[in-house]
């Protein structure tokens, strides 16, 4: 009998700091954005900014995740089946993206592409805008998302091991054929899952990304820069317009999440 | 590498273009001192409650058994999937001055515990998870046949197999705690000496122009985010020695 209080007290505990810190908020949200019905919060939506922003975003979101799930799966093999000088390095390098302040990040490459940074003069001389345009923004983007498909592809091919690669290559399998014959069809439900938080990431990063792009309104302004754009404008109703797209995003990705994690283990 | 380390090895560089004396003074200024302390403080204080709240939904998620068990489950990830920016402003709806329940905490130190506790709700939970799964229940149901209490199995039998679990959860929190910028700009009102953190601070340094002094601040923020992955590796050595 105690142990059935505890059981359900504990239970009660968990759902209640769920609810009060995850769902309430985000419950709000919608309720104040459908208030008044579709109308105000497609009006807000549709403006033409707020469609720019959204475009900007996923056109950052198009090139970093390809960019990131080829560079994790080439990390993933490196650090696992290949020994190299620098390796424990490389480990540690790739986890700090998570560890470090998305506003350190953008400040490390403002100072890099800046017009006083490193390659600023040189960018400067050859007319190439870096800082306050889509390439800073996409490199910041990328830097952030680093991590993501790495560390989902490590741990299964540490568990797959490399006997089915060794019986291609032995049976003479070039390297190529190899890696999409045998190791991308087994660690693919771990790519997917990386693809899919990479995805989260780039569509919600917001500090870098406020550092190097300058927040020129219609230019450089991602959807997660309207919303704050928007706030200051004390204009709430468009704040919650494009925060409420964001979020049925964000639940999307835990429904793919969802449907995606049990098979982990059998792929 | 490259792509993290050049932008970083710039950022060390302009840090100390000016000496090492302007670096101190940027840093040792009172309004970073005060951001530098108020977000060690808050991180703490989330990291602290996070190894408490998040070990007990763990818990619960894989000891305990209820309808829609599976969604509460998919909505421990919600703070990964959700943009930082829309986390503070959901908050603010909730808990701020239009608040439909009458809390109001908004614009003060109470807010950003608050914004940090949601953005790292998700890690104490995800690395506590897999370790009770993993551990065997029939331990617990021999320790309570032999009269343990509850609290006993847990201090005892449970709490020694996730400790490092916790542990490397609560850093992991603490880390992206003492970073996180995104939440608290429209939350805390970004009030110096009062709300303002050291991410906040760096961004305002940033935007007067002056990013000598906000990469000297950044320098330190760095310092502490591989400190922690640091002694997160530590931990994890140390756990999985154990198993061998």
């Not at chain 1, 990131?68 to 700090?96: P, W």
């Not at chain 1, 309207?226 to 999307?252: C, K, N, P, T």
Request: overall charge neutral; some cysteine; aromatic content about 8%.
């Amino acid at each position: 009998m105690k142990r059935l209080l505890s059981r359900l007290g504990l239970r009660t505990l968990a759902l209640a700091y769920l609810a009060l810190i995850l769902v309430g908020p985000l419950a709000v949200v919608f309720w104040r954005t459908f208030e008044d019905g579709f109308g105000p919060a497609w009006d807000a939506l549709t403006t033409p900014e707020t469609l720019n922003a959204f475009k900007l975003t996923l056109i950052i979101t198009a090139i970093a995740v390809p960019v990131n799930t080829v560079f994790g799966i080439v990390c993933a093999l490196a650090i696992v089946r290949r020994r190299f000088r620098g390796k424990g390095l490389l480990n540690a390098f790739i986890d700090l993206p998570l560890a470090l302040s998305p506003v350190v990040v953008g400040l490390a490459l403002f100072l890099l592409y800046g017009r006083d940074g490193w390659f600023g003069s040189w960018l400067d001389d050859r007319g190439i805008e870096v800082l306050f345009a889509l390439p800073a923004m996409v490199i910041a983007t990328i830097f952030v998302s680093l991590p993501f498909v790495a560390r989902e592809v490590v741990p299964t091919l540490r568990e797959i091991g490399d006997d089915q690669e060794q019986a291609a290559r032995t049976l003479g399998a070039s390297g190529w054929q190899t890696f999409w014959r045998i190791t991308l069809p087994s660690i693919r439900w771990a790519v997917i899952y990386g693809v899919i938080l990479t995805t989260a990431r780039c569509l919600g990063e917001y500090g870098a990304v406020a550092v190097v792009s300058g927040r020129l309104q219609g230019e450089t302004e991602t959807a997660t820069l309207r919303v704050q754009e928007r706030y200051e404008a004390f204009d709430l109703a468009g704040a919650y317009a494009i925060s409420i797209v964001l979020a049925l995003i964000a639940i999307l990705v835990l429904v793919a999440m969802t449907v995606i994690r049990p098979k982990e283990g059998t792929a | 590498m490259v792509m993290v380390g050049l932008p970083l090895a710039a950022l060390m560089w302009e840090a100390t273009s000016e000496g090492t004396q302007s670096f101190r003074d940027a840093v040792s200024s009172p309004e970073a001192v005060a951001a530098l302390k108020l977000t060690l403080g808050a991180s703490l204080a989330v990291a602290v409650l996070n190894a408490v709240l998040g070990t007990i939904t763990a818990w619960v998620l894989v000891r305990d058994d209820f309808r829609g068990k599976t969604v509460v489950n998919a909505i421990i990830d919600l703070p990964f999937a959700l943009p930082t920016i829309v986390a503070g402003l959901t908050l603010l709806a909730l808990y701020g001055p239009t608040s439909p329940v009458g809390i109001d905490v908004a614009f003060s130190r109470t807010s950003i515990v608050l914004a940090l506790m949601f953005v790292t709700l998700p890690f104490v939970v995800r690395t506590v998870q897999p370790v009770l799964q993993e551990l065997d229940p029939e331990l617990e149901e021999a320790a309570h046949s032999l009269g343990a209490s509850t609290w006993t199995t847990f201090r005892r039998i449970v709490l020694p197999n996730i400790l490092p679990g916790i542990l490397s959860g609560v850093a992991l929190a603490f880390a992206k705690a003492v970073g996180e910028f995104g939440s608290l700009v429209i939350i805390t009102g970004n009030i110096p000496f009062e709300t303002e953190v050291s991410s906040v601070h760096i961004y305002g340094r940033i935007e007067s122009g002056d990013s000598a002094g906000a990469a000297a601040v950044a320098v330190v923020l760095l310092a502490i985010s591989f400190a922690t992955l640091v002694s997160i590796g530590v931990i994890r050595h140390f756990a999985t020695r154990h198993d061998r």
